[in-house]
């Protein structure tokens, strides 16, 4: 049976370029690489900074002593960015990703291993472990997505797409205005004529125009006819799914229970949505998760996970202290951010 261990990792950016934890990290950023050392595990692969927790520290105890000991830094501010398990055939890694919003010192790899400022642009293009690989789509995005509204099957389609741009300039409005945002199409749920199809172009093109990545809540064929950057996969469509679907760059799947998780990370999908992890104007008959469920599924998310359900902007900060990277909302997100 494979050894359990906890991990905990960084994401540095200089001490100058500090930024709040909820801002994506933009294509010119450079943040701080270490590479594995010859003899360890995965050696020679470049890693975001950090190791593993002993049995008698919190994480980020572990978090700021490994920091000190491998980069001879002092860490005073950090936030829980995002968490996930990998199963590897030697070990399972139980990995927790940390923003560093303020630090002292001066970095260097007091270990032996060589360090690197590495623009995010370029981090993709190193040879990284597969745990922080899974991260790497995310880290650049707004912790948001962004969903259509329910409602449009009552509405003519001109009211549809006015509606749609609205809610995408409302972005605008946010703190996170100009970061590409994961946004997420329905339209009419079920329909797809011609002219729902003519509608879904016009509002992926949108968003796209905007620079966000839109999802299309559907079939991959479907969200292939609209011109979308990827899929939302239900439940029931994602567990008939025997491989990833091909020809999007993202694929995501609604998850609400370990068998699902589980799935979806054997797919190689980019992100869960896992909900309900409260009760729902959408859903208001389904049980909530609650907080200590989600954060014991999360424990089996070989994947980034965004909770669903019941959740405003607020809730971002407690939705990352239970190792989600974010939330999603239909109609409570832009209202619930304050400028």
Known sequence: MAQGV?????????????????????????????????????????EFPGGRVEP??????????????????????????????????????SLSI??????????????????????WSQ????????????????????????????EA??????????????????????PLAGAPWLVQWSGCPGETSDEA???GRKAVEHAQQAGHICLVDGTPEWAKRLGADGVTVSRSQGMAL???????????MVCDDSDSLKHATSLGLDFALLSPLRISQAQPTNRPL???????LLEQAGLPVIALGGLDFDDLAWVRSLGGFGVASRSCLISGMSA
């Open 6 to 46: 906890s991990v905990v990792a960084a994401v540095i950016t200089p001490a100058n370029k500090a930024a709040p934890s909820h801002q994506p990290l933009d294509a010119e950023t450079c943040v701080l690489l270490s590479q594995r050392r010859p003899g360890k595990h995965l050696a020679g692969c470049w």
């Open 56 to 93: 008698d520290e919190d994480q980020e105890t572990a978090l700021k002593r490994e920091l000190a000991e491998e980069l001879g830094i002092t860490v005073h501010a950090a936030e829980r960015w995002c968490s996930l398990t990998h199963r590897y055939p030697e070990k399972t890694v």
């Open 98 to 119: 940390y923003r560093v919003t303020d630090w002292s010192g001066v970095a260097s790899g007091l270990e032996g291993q060589a360090i690197e400022w590495v623009p």
């Open 123 to 150: 981090v993709s293009e190193r040879s990284m472990p597969p745990a922080d690989q899974a991260l790497l789509k995310l880290f650049g995005l707004a912790p948001f997505y962004l969903m259509d509204s329910l």
């Open 153 to 174: 099957n009552d509405q003519s389609q001109a009211r549809i797409l006015a509606n749609w741009q609205e809610r995408l300039a409302s972005i605008e409005q946010t």
């Open 197 to 199: 199809a003519h509608l």
């Open 242 to 252: 025997t491989q990833r679907p091909k020809g999007l760059a993202w694929a995501a």
């Open 290 to 296: 609650g907080g200590e469920a989600f954060g014991a």
